[in-house]
């Protein structure tokens, strides 16, 4: 068991801040615990009484842990602040905004609890010293997101909108514990075109948007699309992407690799190695695969006839990504690194649990570069031999 608490999962971002005396923008260490990076940013845009505009950031942390991180206010002001569960350091200026490309990585110190026993895990760790674990996107990736209604950008795609927005819609709802709020998307699905009756089911300016623009316009799903925030869709299109590169990877390691353990998680199936063999392992030690885009370097013909394979069964081209149904929006490829070790990893302690009588934890101490995801690292050193 990982995040018991949020002191059990600590995440400092390492970033490379070009700070200067004087900028446009004062740089702040954000520490946070029992919220995400979007709703805290939302929340103080609404506190500091400034547009949301004015404040940017290079990643969302989890929220159930204490996490550390950049961002910038576009304001000579000192916002700096200590509230219960969140705090603003001012630690200088910058001529430009904080962005995904200021970050090295993060630096993790955790805690698993509830063991029966430490040293299987210390075993794996030894393994994962060597032989290193795969950088999948974990589920974390793919929240709000759900695999029996299908990806929101692959209707958009495949340019079917009227589905693209029902998944928007049931998408928000997912994680809802609200069971009214539940009701009320499925009467709108089920009232789907009598746009009277969603306007007045509607609630959230997103919602009320879409339904205003389908009464003027029935059957323009597209511009009732674009009344959705590009953030949103922002991440709906990396979800997508990032559920093709998983099953890219999926594929690549069941053609190279025998022995691999599974394991079940909400997006998926992730596989896991426990030793490789020399030439498997000088292949993968510095394999990059591309995010999906129209144009996508590939390492080798092998890779690209893999990917072909994925598309095929989603009934997409290359020349698919090159969409601008959502003109604030589009894919943009990166290489994303397969196999990966985890940087100055340290035992810090492990013995008896003194949240759980009779159980035992481990602590660690470890970081890995951005986008990685240490649950991943976490899921790894769990397998049972």
């Known amino acids: 068991m990982i995040k018991a608490r949020p002191e059990d999962f600590i995440v400092e971002e390492i970033a490379s801040l070009p700070l200067v005396e004087k900028g446009e923008f004062r740089v702040y260490q954000l520490t946070k615990k029992n919220w995400t990076t979007p709703d805290l940013v939302h929340f103080l845009a609404r506190f500091l009484s400034i547009s949301p505009k004015a404040i940017a950031y290079g990643g969302k942390k989890d929220k159930h842990g204490l996490t550390t991180q950049y961002i910038t206010i576009r304001s000579q002001k000192d916002f700096s602040l200590e509230e219960l569960n969140f705090s603003l350091k001012s630690v200088g200026f910058m001529r430009k905004p904080m962005s995904p490309a200021l970050i090295k990585g993060n630096h993790f110190r955790i805690v698993i609890r509830q063991l029966n026993d430490v040293e299987p895990l210390l075993k794996n760790l030894k393994e994962v010293e060597v032989y290193g674990f795969p950088n999948f996107f974990d589920d974390q990736r793919f929240r709000g997101t759900n695999q029996e209604l299908g990806f929101f950008a692959d209707r958009v795609l495949r340019t079917h909108y009227n589905g693209a927005l029902q998944i928007f819609l049931q998408s928000q709802n997912i994680k809802a514990t609200d069971k009214k709020n539940k009701e009320r998307i499925a009467e709108i699905i089920v009232n789907w075109r009598d746009w009277e009756k969603c306007l007045e089911l509607a609630q959230g300016l997103t919602e009320k948007r879409i339904f205003r623009t389908l009464l003027l316009r029935p059957d323009d799903y597209l511009a009732a699309l674009?009344?959705?925030?590009?953030?949103?869709?922002?991440?709906?299109?990396?979800?997508?992407?990032?559920?093709?590169?998983?099953?890219?990877?999926?594929?690549?390691?069941?053609?190279?690799?025998?022995?691999?353990?599974?394991?079940?998680?909400?997006?998926?199936?992730?596989?896991?190695?426990?030793?490789?063999?020399?030439?498997?392992?000088?292949?993968?030690?510095?394999?990059?695969?591309?995010?999906?885009?129209?144009?996508?370097?590939?390492?080798?013909?092998?890779?690209?006839?893999?990917?072909?394979?994925?598309?095929?069964?989603?009934?997409?081209?290359?020349?698919?990504?090159?969409?601008?149904?959502?003109?604030?929006?589009?894919?943009?490829?990166?290489?994303?690194?397969v196999l990966l070790y985890p940087q100055d990893l340290q035992v810090i302690g492990y013995g008896q649990d003194e949240l759980y009588p009779r159980k035992k934890c481990l602590i660690l101490s470890f970081a890995l570069p951005r986008g990685a995801f240490a649950t991943m690292l976490i899921k790894r050193i769990m397998l049972e031999n």
């Open 226 to 337: 674009e009344k959705i925030p590009r953030e949103e869709i922002s991440m709906a299109y990396a979800a997508f992407g990032s559920h093709l590169w998983n099953e890219l990877l999926r594929r690549l390691l069941r053609a190279k690799i025998n022995d691999l353990k599974e394991v079940e998680a909400e997006s998926g199936t992730f596989l896991f190695w426990q030793s490789l063999d020399e030439p498997v392992l000088t292949y993968l030690r510095y394999l990059k695969l591309p995010t999906p885009a129209a144009r996508m370097h590939f390492p080798d013909d092998f890779s690209r006839q893999l990917y072909c394979q994925v598309l095929e069964e989603y009934d997409l081209k290359f020349s698919s990504f090159r969409t601008r149904a959502l003109s604030r929006v589009f894919f943009r490829s990166f290489e994303r690194r």
